[in-house]
């Protein structure tokens, strides 16, 4: 049967907005109050994930969410119409409405970790939506990210989906971003790798001093143990909190991997050979571990360039490719490692660039717009086929961006009442094209 590792891109919302929401993430502080443009930055994404189903990959996308978030605002005591409901929460919480307003849903390597049926005692793929707990504009997430993804991987009998974990800080989860499925064959069982910031119960193990450790082991053991994994097929690794306080404030951003290749700074992790050694151990397999040193690549240039936000991809000749952002090329170091690297002789022979400045202005490159769900071509026939990209679903999405996205959104503009009906008005109709049903608030 053959084997694939689908990329589901997360379609931009139409509030795609800077409003400085993450502390810890570098790009979305020193973006914060600049003008964002919601229409490039969902077409930027648009055309990647056009490329790589254009390079014969299965690529989908997911629904972005339902904002402003009426119903958290309610929640939390604005009451009243829509309209007074935003221009109160404006008046009297900007923050709130801001946390409420942000198109963060467009990150879907945080909507969920997702294990393949191949490592699973069931044999389905098992999937848990992020908690996000973290910051208050992400924890508005999970429950509609579950929505999103039942209506997208639609089928019992192949794929299980759990709630969200406990939404407590000894629980923080930021799903796939901290996760990585190594392996030999996509369809073969392989390890998967779990990487957390801090140990929640542990007081004296090492953290983060400076900016927040999001991922805790205590949520990526729950997240083993809800997907049946069995403990010969897992690794938990520890991020160096150095460098969460240097601005990495999740492993993708120092670290990606792909079947057995795994692509990391020399500074990403604590306990690195050891953990390397069970890695080894565990798979039985080869393994390519590709380091990059400080002296190729500063911590500083890795964030700025977002070079470990790249994905890794196997082409149809099995070949592997690195998709990276343009920001990759504009610097020095970077670039010239790149170019060095397609020559060293590892699996990685091609470097496609691509523009989407829009979301890294927010701290988010290619690996942060994608969820990867590795399946089989019964599993693939089973998900919902109005989400996959082809030329008809490209042009689709486009027309609607083109019809419902402003080209410029600032924070302020975030209490204007047009907004909720534009973005429910393009959400309606997004549903529609996508066939998910109802899965936003403002449809029950
Ligand atoms: N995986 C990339 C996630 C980026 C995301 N940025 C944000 O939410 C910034 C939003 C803002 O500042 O308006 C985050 O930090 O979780």
């Not at 914060?32 to 990959?57: E, H, I, R, V």
């Not at 900007?94 to 307003?101: D, E, F, S, V």
């Not at 991922?215 to 403990?231: G, I, N, W």
């Not at 400080?294 to 149809?316: E, G, K, M």
Request: glycine share 6%.
């Amino acid at each position: 049967m053959k084997q694939f590792e689908a990329n589901f891109d997360g379609l931009v919302g139409p509030t795609h907005n800077y409003a400085g929401l993450s502390f810890g993430n570098v790009a979305s502080y020193s973006n914060a109050a600049q003008a964002s443009n919601p229409k490039a930055a969902a077409k930027q994404g648009l055309q990647k994930a056009k490329a790589l189903a254009d390079l014969g990959m299965v690529q989908g996308v997911l629904a972005p969410q339902e904002r402003p978030d009426l119903c958290t605002l309610r929640r939390i005591g604005f009451s009243g119409s829509d309209a007074e409901v935003l221009q109160k929460a404006a008046k009297q919480a900007p923050a709130l409405l801001n946390a409420c307003c942000s198109a963060s849903s467009m990150w879907t390597a945080n909507a969920a970790t997702v294990s393949p049926s191949a490592d699973t005692r069931d044999g389905k793929v098992h999937f848990t939506p992020a908690n996000l707990v973290d910051k208050l504009h992400r924890s508005i997430e999970p429950l509609t990210t579950g929505n999103i993804l039942k209506a997208t991987f639609n089928n019992d009998r192949h794929f299980k989906h759990h709630l969200h974990l406990p939404e407590h800080a000894n629980f923080g989860d930021e799903g796939a971003a901290n996760h990585t499925r190594l392996c030999s064959d996509y369809g073969k069982a392989g390890v998967e790798l779990f990487v957390y910031g801090q140990s929640a119960t542990n007081p004296n193990a090492p953290k983060p001093v400076k900016y927040p450790a999001r991922q805790t082991l205590e949520a990526s053991q729950a997240v083993a143990r809800l997907h049946q994994l069995e403990d010969e097929s897992c690794v938990f690794m520890q991020q160096n909190p150095d460098v969460i306080d240097q601005g990495v404030f999740h492993n993708d951003v120092i670290a990606v991997g792909n079947q057995n290749v795994l692509f990391y700074h020399e500074q990403a992790f604590l306990d690195t050979e050891s953990k390397f050694a069970e890695i080894r151990r565990k798979m039985n397999a080869e393994m390519h571990f590709i380091k990059v040193s400080t002296a190729q690549v500063s911590i500083d240039d890795a964030v700025r360039s977002y070079l470990f936000n790249t994905q890794i991809i196997t082409l149809p000749n099995g070949e592997m490719a690195i998709v990276a952002p343009t920001d990759c090329q504009e610097n020095p170091a970077v670039f010239a490692y790149l170019n060095e690297l397609t020559t060293l002789g590892t699996p990685i022979k091609q470097v496609k660039y691509f523009d989407v400045k829009q979301s890294m202005q927010n701290g988010g490159g290619p690996a942060c717009l994608r969820l990867r769900v590795a399946m089989n071509e019964l599993e693939v026939a089973a998900v919902n086929q109005n989400t996959l990209m082809n030329d008809m679903l490209f042009g689709r999405l486009n027309t609607w961006v083109e019809k419902h996205y402003r080209d410029r959104l600032t924070v302020a503009d975030l209490a204007d009442p047009q907004l909720i009906t534009e973005s429910r008005t393009a959400l309606d109709e997004l549903t529609q094209i996508l066939k998910l049903g109802s899965v936003y608030q403002f449809q029950k």
